[in-house]
């Protein structure tokens, strides 16, 4: 027994509040339930603890022996020296696993100052609320990152004595989620009695609610309150606690804020604002954070200009502005920042401007201008901050070369200077010699990059860099870089838009095969591989990208980790092989434009659940399109268009409900009007044209078929009957005119992991007379086109609900009777088509108000009457109108007896169009020929039109 021992040294006052403590009450037992309590209550494991300094501090207590029985000398356990009280605890990590009841007896040592639990795993434990009222003596209280779970008890506002409290980072390992909570009592309750707090840490304890007041009377504070989601507005008056030295409260999105005039006295140390919603100025102010080592305002909401006197904060060693709306110069004041290491001004919204504020700043290891507006030069002087890990300048505007000074920069690891305009030669080897780098993207400027040719038996491997991310697109590259040989630990690997001849070699086969998940070689001119194995090598490859290449021979298949994989515009050859189907995992796979043949593997329908984007076209495969598409089909894109595909759609498609577009066009498929895709709910293109389908296309069978469809295109098949009007009616998304937005196209996107697909849908679109490719389509269109089909009757009226079509084309059906008037509803209409039917009757008046119209065209009809002259009918060329016998007017030569065909006006035409185009905010170009102005929507465009048509107008 130590001679501090006593009748009275650890459970002197004790409250005996349960039966468990009783046989345990008196000295010896005291050491045993101590050591029970935590030797049997939990396990020691591993996993519990995170600090890589941890040990089971437990382990070592021992009960025999007379050293070892006086717990006062135990890891972890302090006493008073006079009285022998245990006055602190302290087993943090310590390996400890397990449950600890809500009534536990160990909190009952009351005489405890410290309590530290810290960075154990206690599953899940609600904090033991009962006790914590004889703890009253207690100053520091840590249960931290310990997975604790449930409301914080209200007996902690009763340590009034309290100056730490920390019970942060009780986060769910796995989940992520947030075990902690405020709630009953809340924020306010919890700490209004704990007024000798200093440190407060609650980050990631859910909190949910505003910051209270009430803490700017705490004088002495420090407050980690990151990610807790706090509201409402901030108290201004925390900031000028005279004592606060440290304020975290990032994370919570919704906190709001504005900074204060900072006083002289404010001992402000650390103030980390990153991702809340604080916005206002940086006051000038700033200046007297004299103390101010860490400045975080990451992602808020910040505007205004940099104040100038930011220069005076000269401890400043962290520094991070990064996505806020500063605007105005970076001040030059920054130059005297020279403590600084931790440097981000990315992402705002400045003037151009150049680096010269860096020169002094030798102390940067971090260093981050990107889409800054940044001109100039990169300065030599750059060299000089030799502390550099990473730096990122890139989407900006500097131009010239990459200084050699560069190669001074030996710790570098990530530079990236991409998206700028550098220029001239760079000898990469300059960077090979840089033996941190790890992530280099030169990409997208104006750079050639030099590699030589690996020399045999040079520097061993370790001597140069070895890179993870190697970003050379668009550098003139124009051999396969040799270097490439000895890289092993490649991870992203971009060669696009380069000029590299050849074949990609044997060894590249042997590279990073472990390693590399990105690799992208398109727009080259690659004939191929080397050597070409069944599988290509690289395990773990999740991005194969070699399309517009002039690769031959038959497709490489990647590993079947592969995501996405375009092989597309080369001229590969053969068939696909059935192992493309073990690529279990792919999500976009586009083959398109290559010299494919044969039949496609049944497998293609179904080989991976996750297929979202499926490219064949232009290639001449053909057969039947498998018949296997799956229940929950993530296709999103199907376009097998210009192969030779036959016989029947497959029924299964209509399982593919995520089915956006869906492009057939010439294949030699036979089949009825495939009614069966009107379920799909997100289909907004589907175009058949050029195949064999045939038949009466009848009626829908409920009144939401096709709900989404904007563009519709079954022309040159053998449709016979009427036209669809019943179809016509279910549209509904082509009913609508579209406020165009700018910019906004029809795709379909993914995202998985870090990569994120997306694809623009590309199409041809017959309109204004022409086959035109579009490789962007703007979500607004709307197109019809029914022509070169069989179709006879009328034209139906209800085409006129399609208020949202900008091309209508019937031509070359055996139409009968009447234009509809309610034709002159569809007010968007560009390009109107109805030639080559056999309509009759007049041109309605009520088609000039088709005031967009640029293409117009009634020939070879059965017309009569007079031609509308206002807006734009009367100013088309006599193509649009010959071949009716019985039209007469301008542009025919045929007069129309006493009938004066009235001039169109320009002023009115204009009132009428300048309001549309106002109100959904565009840029109107207003080609005048006369007053045949035109404007269009295509491809989000204005399309200029340049046709002779228009000058003839102009100069009659
Ligand atoms: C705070 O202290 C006051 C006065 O000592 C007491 O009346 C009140 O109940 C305490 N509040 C809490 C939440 O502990
Ligand atoms: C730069 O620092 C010096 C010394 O700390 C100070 O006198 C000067 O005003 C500062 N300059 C700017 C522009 O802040
Ligand atoms: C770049 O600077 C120019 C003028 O200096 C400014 O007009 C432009 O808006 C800035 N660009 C950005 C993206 O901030
Ligand atoms: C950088 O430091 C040098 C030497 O201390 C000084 O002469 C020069 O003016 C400083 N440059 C800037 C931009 O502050």
């Not at 097998?640 to 399982?655: E, T, V, Y």
């Not at 069966?676 to 709910?681: D, K, N, Q």
Request: proline share 5%; aromatic share 10%.
């Amino acid at each position: 027994m130590g001679t501090k021992s006593s009748g009275s040294r650890v459970f002197d006052t004790l409250p005996i509040t349960g039966d468990y403590l009783i046989p345990y009450y008196g000295i010896v037992n005291v050491f045993v339930y101590v050591h029970e309590f935590f030797k049997e209550s939990f396990t020691i494991e591993k996993s519990a603890s995170r600090d890589p300094f941890a040990y089971p501090k437990t382990a070592f207590w021992r009960l025999e022996g007379e050293k070892s029985t006086d717990c006062c000398f135990w890891d972890g356990v302090e006493c008073e020296e006079e009285t022998g009280h245990v006055i602190s605890l302290d087993l943090s990590s310590s390996f400890l696993y397990g449950h600890v009841d809500s009534n536990n007896s160990l909190f009952n040592l009351v005489q405890l100052r410290r309590l530290n639990l810290a960075d154990n795993h206690f599953n899940y434990s609600h904090i033991p609320s009962d006790n914590f009222k004889h703890l009253s003596r207690l100053t520091y209280l840590n249960l931290s990152k310990s997975h604790f779970s449930g409301q914080i008890p209200w007996e902690i506002s009763t340590l009034s004595e309290l100056s730490v409290l920390d019970l942060s980072f009780n986060v769910d390992m796995i989940s992520g989620e947030k075990l902690l909570q405020i709630k009953e009592p809340n924020f306010e309750s919890l700490i209004q009695n704990l007024t000798s707090l200093e440190q407060l840490s609650l980050s990631y304890v859910n909190i949910l609610s505003p910051v209270p007041d009430l803490l700017a009377n705490f004088s002495s504070l420090t407050s980690l309150l990151r990610e807790c989601g706090l509201i409402g507005e901030f108290p201004v008056g925390i900031f000028e606690l005279p004592n606060l030295q440290t304020l975290s409260v990032r994370f919570n999105q919704e906190l709001k804020g504005k900074l204060p005039v900072f006083k002289q006295s404010s001992s402000l140390n650390v103030l980390k604002l990153a991702s809340t919603s604080f916005s206002g100025d940086l006051p000038s102010s700033i200046e007297n954070l004299q103390s101010l080592n860490e400045l975080d305002i990451n992602a808020c909401n910040f505007s205004g200009v940099i104040p100038f006197s930011i220069g005076k904060l000269n401890q400043l060693t962290f520094l991070d502005l990064f996505g806020n709306r500063f605007r105005g110069q970076v001040p030059s004041s920054l130059s005297n920042l020279t403590q600084i290491t931790y440097l981000s001004l990315s992402s705002n919204d400045f003037s151009t401007g150049n680096l010269s504020w860096v020169e002094n700043l030798t102390k940067l290891t971090y260093l981050s201008v990107r889409e800054s507006n940044l001109t100039g030069l990169l300065p030599s002087f750059l060299g000089n901050l030799t502390q550099l890990t990473e730096l990122k300048l890139q989407t900006n505007q500097l131009t010239g070369p990459i200084p050699g000074s560069f190669a001074r920069l030996t710790n570098l690891e990530v530079p990236w200077l991409h998206e700028n305009f550098f220029s001239g030669e760079v000898n990469f080897d300059m960077f090979l010699g840089l033996k941190n780098l790890s992530a280099l993207s030169l990409s997208d400027n104006r750079l050639s990059v030099i590699t030589k040719p690996n020399v045999n038996g040079t520097l061993p491997n370790g001597t140069i860099a070895q890179f993870k991310l190697l970003g050379l697109d668009s550098c003139n590259l124009i051999n396969f870089p040799d270097f490439l040989r000895r890289q092993e630990r490649l991870d992203w690997l971009y060669l696009g838009q380069n000029q590299i001849h050849g074949l990609i070699p044997k060894w590249m086969l042997n590279t990073s095969t472990e390693t590399l998940t990105q690799f992208v070689i398109s727009q080259n001119f690659l004939k191929g591989f080397e050597q070409l194995p069944l599988v290509l090598p690289w395990t773990n490859l999740e991005q194969l990208t070699i399309s517009s290449n002039k690769m031959e021979g038959p497709l490489p298949i990647p590993s079947p980790s592969t995501i996405y994989f375009d092989a597309s515009s080369n001229y590969l050859t053969g068939e696909v092989q059935s192992s493309i189907c073990n690529l279990r995992s792919l999500q976009g796979l586009d083959l398109s434009s290559n010299r494919l043949s044969g039949e496609l593997p049944q497998c293609l329908g179904n080989f991976s659940n996750s297929l979202s984007f499926l490219r064949l076209s232009g290639n001449s495969l053909n057969g039947s399109i498998p018949q296997t598409f799956l229940n929950r089909s993530q296709l999103m894109v199907v376009d097998l268009s210009d192969n030779k595909f036959q016989g029947q759609l497959p029924r299964s498609l209509a399982n593919c409900t995520m089915l956006k577009y869906l492009v057939l066009e010439n294949n030699q498929l036979t089949d009825v009007f495939p009614y069966w895709l009107g379920a799909l709910p997100e289909l907004q293109i589907l175009v058949l044209r050029s195949n064999g389908f045939h038949g009466v296309i009848g009626e829908p069978h409920s009144n939401s078929e096709f709900p989404k469809l904007r563009i519709i295109d079954i022309s040159y098949n053998s449709f016979a009957g009427k036209l669809p009007y019943e179809y016509i009616k279910s549209w509904k998304a082509m009913e609508f005119r579209s406020i165009v937005e700018e910019s906004k196209y029809l795709n379909a996107n993914k995202s998985i992991g870090g990569m994120s697909l997306n694809y623009n849908f590309k199409l041809t679109i017959t309109t204004k007379g022409v086959d035109r490719y579009y490789e962007k389509i703007q979500d607004v269109l709307a197109v019809v086109d029914l022509s070169s089909n069989k179709f006879e009757g009328e034209v139906p009226t209800v085409l006129g609900n399609l208020k949202g079509l900008h091309s209508l084309d019937l031509s070359k059906n055996k139409l009968t009777g009447g234009i509809p008037t309610s034709l002159g509803n569809l007010k968007e209409l560009e390009s109107l088509d109805l030639s080559q039917n056999k309509l009759s009757g007049g041109i309605p008046q009520e088609l000039t108000r088709l005031t967009f119209l640029q293409y117009f065209n009634v020939s070879h009809n059965c017309l009569t009457g007079p031609i509308p002259q206002e807006n734009q009918l009367g100013r088309f060329e006599s193509t649009s109108y010959e071949g009716n016998l019985g039209l007469c007017g301008i542009p025919l030569q045929n007069k129309c007896g006493n009938f004066e065909a009235s001039e169109p006006s320009l002023s009115s035409a204009l009132e009428e169009e300048s309001g549309p185009f106002f109100q959904f905010g565009w840029k109107v170009v207003v080609i005048g020929y006369g007053c045949g102005f035109v404007v269009g929507l295509f491809i989000g465009q204005i399309v200029i039109a340049k046709d002779a048509r228009w000058k003839l107008i102009s100069t009659k």
